[in-house]
């Protein structure tokens, strides 16, 4: 097989001053993986590695870059799913660690289990990965986007003007009083193919600004923020986690592909559902059994980049790329 | 629409003697469910009030019976869906609390939230329902399967047989090294229509006796433990978590539903599948949007119990009955 390799940088409106830097992040996470397949490596190195690019570049709210939860502390959460066995590690809510998605590969690994959450999870991934301190972890940008939101939260709270806390705020920014330049969707992902043929999948993210403490958004959650099968097809989600996990969006996109709909369709199809459903917004990656590499996102742009075996890399934001 | 509920206590290889307890908490769920739709409740009420019922029966492991992690400590997972809307609410995690069903139902109507985990999902818990603490929860059974299992842990460390961990029990058991009678997998969980024809699904658990510090099973996670949606039908799972997760089990059994299977080839395809593809065994309870309800289960038993409009009310636990 031709390797093949597509990765994310979130799904939501991206500012103009945050373009680059995030296509970049991309780019620079393809070329990592792509290197691993080309010499023969594992779908599942190339993702992890790439994920790992993505969770070190503090553009992201990955790893370094994660925002802040309503306590002004960093939570994180990552999945991996290896397609072939349909084996899979996850972690949630795990802090002081610089990867999270190498601790979701040692779940899958090391233990018996396919989720450990809170500072269990934390305890594992202390035994097999140096700490990492929250301030190592922690951007200038992160801070400012948390004094931000405590500002709007106040106010909101201050007139009552929040959104019913049971009410999808539909417009994939995770909460109803937080409209305009709020940090708060780019989640990473990748999705890759091996010589073999096998494909995997990776997902981490920090989640939202000013979350609740102990929220887990879809990122660690296997058929949500993820999934992975060498008969079906990979894919990995990013966008408002809420609505993602009501749909089970990764899941049904790969049933999609199952189905007979191409990689494009059976993206556009599931975002389309969740917009229509629930009224979320976000994107998705995906590989097909056959190699067939596409994204879909319904949110105003979508930093992604990929690779099919040794053409140059593609890459793009917007939707007209 | 008549209305339709049903319930199960776990699908494992019960002993005998906890089989009359095991249907008899069972039948009581369904009773307590089928009331409140019989007068005209929401299927979401239903749902929550049996599962109520199954985690204080210390007979369940959920709740009240809940079993012990590797730390002696009491982690509680549970769900709740509303098949209308697909708004749902989980807990993972969470100890000191009577009803984690509950704060499931707290997490979906009371915060933007899905899935709330750890101290932050327990530090929530409180600010709703009273403190409940762990003597009031743990059972001497659980305290006896968590000596016996130290104690094998312990023989099969020192003789080095404990299965890889990588590798899939694919007994039904959790672990390799625990066949015989190790309460695991009696997870609880509930399926009902309402007379306005909406679908709600609620599972909870107290995991697998030995499991590690912060591991969570599949009954928390929509599409893994539990999926409801009016158009489609509605599932709650039991069995062997990380196989369930790694399939996404409900939605599987829903998707069935979709593509035209009647609720008991629906449920049977989703378990064979299961067992094919990961090895591992469990047990599903269905409603379809008609209507029609239904279970199967590949392990040797599972409780279980259903009651349509004011029939008479169905039990059993055996694989002919």
């Not at 019913?164 to 890759?192: I, K, L, N, Y």
């Not at 979350?211 to 990013?238: E, F, I, Q, W």
């Not at 990656?285 to 593609?314: C, H, K, L």
Request: with cysteine.
């Amino acid at each position: 097989n031709t390797p093949v390799i597509i990765v994310h940088g979130g799904a939501w409106s991206i500012p103009d001053d945050q373009k680059e830097a995030s296509v970049r992040g991309c780019v620079n996470a393809v070329k990592c993986g792509s290197k691993i397949l080309l010499e023969g490596g594992s779908s599942l190195d190339a993702v992890e590695a790439a994920v790992r690019v993505l969770e070190d570049d503090p553009v992201f709210d990955a790893g370094h870059g994660s925002v802040l939860n309503e306590l002004g502390e960093v939570e994180m959460d990552a999945m991996i799913m290896d397609g072939s066995s349909l084996r899979c590690g996850a972690v949630a809510c795990i802090s002081d660690v610089a990867n999270p998605v190498s601790v979701a590969r040692a779940v899958m690994e090391k233990t018996h289990h396919t989720l450990l959450v809170g500072p269990g999870a934390t305890s594992f991934a202390h035994k097999h990965f140096p700490v990492t301190p929250k301030e190592k972890l922690v951007t200038d940008d992160a801070r400012a986007y948390y004094e931000k939101y405590r500002y709007q939260s106040a106010v909101s709270n201050f007139f009552n003007t929040t959104a019913t806390p049971t009410e999808s705020c539909g417009d994939g920014d995770g909460h109803g009083h937080e409209h305009g330049g709020v940090q708060g969707h780019d989640t990473v992902g990748c999705v890759a193919m091996d010589m073999q043929g096998n494909i995997a999948c990776a997902t981490s993210t920090g989640g939202i600004t000013g979350k609740m403490a102990g929220r887990v958004g879809d990122s660690p959650l296997v058929g949500c923020g993820g999934y992975s099968d060498n008969h079906s097809g990979g894919a990995s989600s990013t966008g408002h986690g809420e609505s993602i996990t009501k749909v089970v969006l990764c899941r049904r996109a790969v049933s999609n592909l199952e189905r007979g709909l191409s990689v494009q369709n059976a993206a556009q199809e599931a975002l389309d559902y969740m917009l229509q459903r629930v009224g979320g917004r976000g994107g998705l990656i995906m590989i097909s059994p056959t190699g067939e590499v596409g994204y879909a996102f319904s949110t105003p742009r979508m930093a992604w980049a990929s690779r099919v075996g040794t053409s140059d890399v593609q890459c793009g934001i917007d939707k007209d790329e």
